[in-house]
């Protein structure tokens, strides 16, 4: 605070932090400029401070200035907004800083001085390092995020992979601002499908490959047991269909699922004891891909782990504030009253089993005792909108005073996606395939290839990157296709070519070989060229882009960002050359690039990546 305060000072604001509750130029070196101009702004403007303040927005390229202030935000009524945006730009003061600003239209635009910008962006880069860009504005506040939740039994399609990297990343994001983040992994480990896999592994299951491989061979289970089932099912419709009746059973093997999992929810121990192994082999599986993916749980609790008694309490809450009514032996939620899109919803079978929505209900209240979150993210696809909706109107109808701390983050299909397995996807097959396609790649550049020092890691690596990158590209509503020729591509916006930006700026360090000590002493006026102030426009803005982001809630607000970067990165190269310099423009322009690197790298940590030194 002290040294923010002496470069504010120098700007003549005594007090900035108190006026300014989200501003921290000591993380945010930008911020010393939206302060002045705000000091400076308000009492020519007449408007409140704290209202200039966040009306000070970056501009999309350099032309239009570094922050622009639309006048019409500022709400002054009765005068001409043209004519305002001239009179002040005519009375702000000449000063070291920000150049006189300039009219344009409704709008008032602001040039940064250049030296000061680039010495106040780099010094505040190489100094914090990887604790550059994010802001503790969640200090004392803790979310939970729930991601991934695989249904053991089931296949993890693709649904649970864009889950797993965008709940990763979000856990990221908010624990660099500051908050305590719970990492939550709500396994589908109860239901009526566990009833259907211990009849099937009684008939199919084998010991030895339930060792060797739990998540495909109970898969593998699963699926021949549901052929049975559905073709008893088939079998039975036919039957009736052919006395003119009408279907009373689905077939002995449904009926003996339906059994099992009945056993299993009234405690039977043989029941009981098969499930729980199906259940511990298969996390002790999911951890591992899990780390590959640089992610780690703070709290596997499954559907199954919510008690009876918070299901009951909840069951007593509904029906005694009549939220719930008794419908042919099974207790409805009539949503209709309230909103009419949600419909109706089974919260308790007839014979007295719980459901998906029931055990969601139980969850979430029991998460809040535990926890006492701020808020709580679900990230889970868009085919459960209706779902969660309905689970969040019922928490709110329950009267819970933190109903409203919950949000649903969702996210599209992703098409067309198959491995080696055919199209049931499991997360290790594709990574697996974008490892052996970027391998593939990579050995086409002989020479290259050849100083790699271990290029299975690195094609791992690069592959997973390949696999994240695409799944983070667009906003998460959208679906996408799965290509992977075109996301294993070096050409276009493509994981590898992420990966390949950061380790030209590491070549490009490793060969300069200047301590970092060394270009925090360089001197940055020499950064003269329209090549230079872009990229120090752009790393300035990073802080920002994150703040966006917790907003936005959307990866592709960081990635859209890093790949900003790199372009602005690959066409500096040829004008802006470090080696064969003269000393001091070299130190000037390395400690660019070792910024750019660093931003790059802490920008790929955040969305779960790991940057790579050589490829
Ligand atoms: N296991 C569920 C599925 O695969 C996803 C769980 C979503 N989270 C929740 N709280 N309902 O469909």
């Known amino acids: 605070i002290e040294s923010l305060n002496e470069q504010l000072n120098n700007f003549g604001i005594s007090e900035p932090l108190a006026l300014f509750p989200d501003s921290n130029p000591t993380a945010n070196p930008v911020d010393v400029y939206r302060c002045y101009i705000s000091h400076v ?32 935000r500022l709400r002054i009524p009765g005068k001409n907004p043209a004519e305002l945006a001239r009179e002040w730009a005519e009375k702000f003061p000449k000063n070291p800083y920000v150049r006189p600003p300039t009219a344009t239209g409704t709008f008032l635009r602001f040039y940064f001085k250049k030296d000061v910008l680039s010495k106040l962006v780099l010094t505040s880069i190489l100094s914090r390092k990887s604790a550059y860009g994010p802001i503790d504005t969640g200090k004392g506040k803790r979310v939970v995020v729930e991601f991934s939740s695989p249904n053991i039994a089931k296949p993890f399609h693709a649904g649970h992979l864009r889950s797993t990297i965008i709940g990763g990343f979000l856990s990221n994001l908010y624990e660099s601002c500051g908050w305590d983040v719970v990492r939550m992994n709500y396994l589908g480990d109860w239901g009526k499908q566990f009833g259907i ?36 099912k088939e079998a039975e419709k036919a039957k ?16 003996e699922a339906h059994e099992f999992f009945f056993k299993m929810e009234n405690g039977s121990e043989e029941c009981i004891a098969m499930w729980k192994r199906f259940r511990e082999l298969s996390i002790e599986k999911y951890k591992a891909t899990y780390s590959r993916l640089n992610i780690s749980y703070d709290d596997y609790s499954g559907e199954s782990q919510v008690s009876k008694e918070s299901m009951e309490r909840a069951g007593k809450m509904m029906r005694e504030m009549g939220i719930s009514s008794e419908s042919d032996g099974a207790i409805v939620v009539d949503f209709k009253p309230h909103a009419k899109k949600l419909g109706k919803a089974v919260v308790q079978k007839k014979d007295g089993t719980t459901l998906y929505l029931t055990r969601d209900i139980g969850a979430a209240m029991e998460r809040y005792e535990k926890y006492k979150f701020d808020k709580m993210i679900y990230v889970v696809a868009c085919q459960q909108d209706l779902h969660l909706q309905q689970l969040f109107m019922i928490l709110k109808l329950l009267k819970l005073d933190w109903a409203d701390r ?57 592959g997973r990157t390949a696999v994240m990158i695409q799944d983070m590209s667009g906003k998460r509503i959208n679906n996408y296709t799965f290509d992977m020729a075109r996301m294993t591509s070096f050409e276009g916006d493509t994981g590898p070519y992420l990966q390949y930006a950061h380790s030209r700026l590491s070549s490009i360090q490793r060969k300069a070989g200047i301590p970092t000590e060394e270009l925090l002493k360089a001197d940055f006026s020499l950064l003269t060229e329209d090549h230079a102030t872009n990229l120090v426009r752009c790393l300035a803005q990073y802080p920002d882009v994150l703040q966006n982001t917790l907003k936005t809630l959307e990866p592709t607000t960081v990635v859209t960002y890093l790949f900003k970067m790199t372009h602005l990165l690959s066409s500096s190269y040829d004008v802006l050359r470090v080696l064969g310099e003269e000393p001091k423009l070299s130190a000037a322009r390395m400690a660019l690039y070792e910024s750019a690197r660093q931003v790059l790298n802490n920008g790929m940590r955040l969305l779960g990546l790991t940057p790579v030194d050589r490829m």
């Open 41 to 72: 702004l308000a009492p020519i403007t007449g408007v409140d401070i704290g209202l200039v303040y966040p009306a000070l927005e970056w501009t999309q390229n350099l032309e239009k200035g570094d922050l622009i202030l639309a006048v019409p």
């Open 197 to 232: 896999l211990g009849v099937g592994y009684k008939r199919f299951g084998s010991e030895e490959k339930l060792l060797e491989d739990p998540v495909n061979h109970l898969f593998e289970v699963y699926v021949a047991i549901n052929k049975i089932v559905e073709q008893e």
């Open 240 to 255: 009736a269909a052919e006395k003119g009746q009408k279907q009373i059973s689905n077939g002995p093997s449904d009926q």
């Open 406 to 462: 919950l949000s649903h983050v969702n996210f599209g299909m992703v098409l067309g996606m198959s491995s080696r397995r055919g199209t049931v996807v499991f997360l290790d097959d594709i990574l697996a395939d974008a490892r052996d396609k970027m391998h593939e790649v990579m050995r086409k550049n002989e020479e290259k290839y050849k100083q790699v020092e271990d290029p299975e890691m690195v094609a791992d690596v690069i």
